[in-house]
């Protein structure tokens, strides 16, 4: 068994263990021996485990002749560029010695060992965590070894598939995906609500495929919302596929398409917003869009240069009277005197500034107050 970082003790079998780290400056010091000897036990006895710290650069040249040694690897906080490496490493590598398989794991070291015959499992600390780890790396040569070790690929395909479809999906693992589909005739047909219900992490090339070929209609509007307004998995080409090809959002109510206006304010996320305005673009609904928008640019004091993305002169013209005064009350509301500076051609078209005044007096916004009084005097003169 091998054990985490902290204990610093691994299997004695063989000797053949590998444990890589990323970070070193000095190339030099890739080989370290951590184990307390005397000098005179250094210089006569090899050292049976050995730490490896390597920079990027070399990261396939070293990893390449470990598998070909037919050592055991362990990957220890390895970056990202590390699954680009592993993904251009060609498969014959792994069939030539399928014992040793590589991937990074966080900071936690594993290892996963396929002797010949029969695998054993008891290298294994989690199967089912090692499974969703193939698939989150898209590595299919893997996922089928481990799906055979633990003899779940003769169980019923109900009790697995559609677990390991959905997360292949969520990983945009396409190979593992495709698979399943084809190879363990997974009825994918019955389960289209789920899939078009789990779409947040999709980019733009499985949206393509679970569209077009699987024919799955996005029509969830929970799962598109979450797509849209989930920063750390945002793909702003899949979020424009997903607008284009879905019906339904034309159709949307006017409280739905106010709240992904509101949800895209509060993340300062113009690019989207801009986008569901041009494929969500209604005249007569479009100016509540804009009051509803303008509310949480006040709520939540945001700048003006996302006040000048959401209202700008053409949108503030087009508006009728009444949406229009319901936007300078907001405005009035917190306060926002560089709201209403922007607005200042406009706000000359308010029949009666008096209420406005009054209005801001009593929220004690005594500088909106005074700058409404001069504009009553402008307009007097």
């Known amino acids: 068994m091998v054990y985490t970082r902290g204990k610093r003790k691994l299997d004695e079998a063989e000797g053949k263990v590998v444990v890589i780290r990323e970070g070193a400056v000095d190339p030099n010091l890739l080989f370290r021996d951590r184990r307390k000897k005397s000098k005179r036990q250094k210089q006569e006895e090899p050292s049976t485990y050995k ?39 060609p498969e014959n590598d792994f069939k030539t010695h399928p014992r040793t398989y590589v991937w990074r794991w966080k900071l936690t070291k594993w290892i996963i060992n396929y002797p010949p015959g029969r695998p054993q499992l008891d290298m294994i600390p989690s199967p089912k965590k090692t499974i969703v780890h193939a698939i989150q790396y898209d590595m299919l040569h893997v996922f089928q070894k481990l799906m055979k070790a633990v003899k779940w690929g003769n169980r019923d395909s109900s009790s697995w598939t559609k677990v390991y479809a959905i997360k292949a999906m969520e ?144 949108a503030v013209k087009q508006m009728k009277d009444k949406q229009y005064l319901r936007l300078i009350d907001q405005v009035v509301h917190f306060g926002r005197l560089d709201i209403l500076m922007y607005l200042e051609e406009e706000v000359s078209r308010i029949p009666k500034l008096h209420y406005f005044m009054d209005f801001a007096l009593f929220r004690n916004h005594r500088d909106v107050a005074d700058y409404l009084v001069m504009l009553e005097d402008t307009r007097r003169d």
């Open 51 to 89: 730490f490896f710290d390597f920079i990027s650069a070399d990261l396939k040249r070293h990893i390449l002749s470990f598998v070909r040694q037919g050592r055991y690897v362990i990957l220890a906080s390895v970056s990202q560029d590390f699954r680009a490496t592993l993904k251009s490493m």
């Open 171 to 314: 990983y945009n693992s396409m190979q593992i995906f495709k698979w399943i589909i084809q190879d363990q005739a997974w009825d994918y047909k019955a389960h289209k609500n789920t899939i078009a219900s789990n779409i947040t992490y999709c980019n733009r090339d499985m949206l393509r495929y679970l569209h077009d070929v699987l024919e799955v209609d996005f029509n969830d509007f929970k799962a598109i919302k979450s797509m849209i307004m989930k920063p750390s998995v945002r793909n702003v080409d899949a979020i424009r596929y997903v607008l284009d090809v879905v019906p339904t959002l034309t159709t949307l109510t006017q409280r739905r398409r106010g709240r992904l206006s509101r949800l895209c304010v509060q993340k300062e996320d113009m690019l989207v917003y801009n986008m569901l305005r041009e494929k969500l673009h209604d005249p007569e609904d479009d100016p509540d869009i804009l009051v509803i928008a303008m509310y949480e640019c006040c709520l939540h004091r945001k700048t003006m240069n996302i006040v000048k993305c959401i209202v700008d002169e053409e």
